[in-house]
């Protein structure tokens, strides 16, 4: 059988049939693995990169490790992976909560980036203070989340993001804070709404109440809203605030003193026009409002211990 075997491949024939078999299996092996090391559309400084971003949430993965969302100032949203961020030593874990700003120094892995370093510009420790705080930060982030695609840039989105963060620490109203940055927010994505003419019949807004169209994008007027099945009424009291916060800079429209009663109609418009936008219910006004109602039972005298 051995002689046979010798005799066989000693042929020079058969020879040059074996290596070719065996190059058919090294050469694509040497080809990959020389790509994998050397990929020459991306230099060695390519290859880490720093940037500042908002954490937006994050996922348990494996044993110790984090799925991050973030949302950065010079690349937009990016989806990335903190190794050994769960282990009581990491680091890193301090810096990484959701809502902190900070600076990142990432490589880039093969199909999702590796956080390397990371240290915590802003924690905005004020926003898990309490629920409400926690909520109105989880809603903010959310609607960023849910309106943006991974690596976009979008600068002016992101220096709201932070903007709007400082302000829900810094004890402003939020619920003022809350209805400013979704108008501004509207109007980085392309949905602002229209709020001076009738998208029905195009004639400008007369002062009396009217109806707001998520399907159209705005305003109504009393003979186009009725048959429209998606149009709810707004009065124009709710119609004037929300007009004032689409042109007025955060100081000026933060100055006027609105009623509850307006601001919850106000409330209960954006919800309706995320919602439709986003094409589903967004999750944390819901939880908002259970939690207010929660702390309104709280409130109650009777229930005071
Ligand atoms: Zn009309």
Known sequence: MRSYFIAFTETRQNKDYVWARLSCI????????????????MS??????????????????????????VYSLDRGK???????????????AGHLEPFTRVQLLLARG???????????????????????????????????????????????????????LERL??????????????????????????LYRCLGCGAEVRPQDQFFSPAEGGVLCPDCGPGRKDAQRISLAALKVLRHYQRSTFDVATSARIRP??????????????????ERKLNTPAFLRRVRRMMHERLKPDTVV
């Open 44 to 69: 060695s400084r390519e290859r880490v990169y720093r940037t500042e971003a908002v954490v937006l949430r994050r996922q348990d993965l494996g044993e110790a490790d984090r799925l991050l969302a």
């Open 110 to 164: 093969r199909e999702l980036d590796i956080i390397t370093q990371a240290e915590a510009i802003e924690m905005y420790s004020g926003v898990r203070e309490d629920l409400i705080h926690l909520g109105q930060a989880a809603y903010v982030v959310e609607l960023l989340d849910r309106f943006t695609v991974e690596r976009e840039a979008n600068q002016a989105l992101y220096h709201l993001l932070v903007r709007t």
């Open 261 to 278: 009663q307006v601001f919850a109609e106000i409330e209960q418009v954006m919800e309706d026009y995320m919602s439709y936008l986003l």
């Open 169 to 194: 620490v810094a004890g402003v109203e939020p619920t003022a804070v809350i209805r400013y940055y979704e108008l501004r927010l509207l109007d980085q994505i392309g949905y602002r709404p229209e």
């Open 78 to 92: 990016l989806r990335l992976i903190a190794k050994g961020v769960r282990r009581p030593r990491s680091r890193k």
């Open 26 to 41: 090294i050469v694509p092996y040497i080809l990959r693995l020389y790509q994998h090391w050397y990929n020459p559309s």
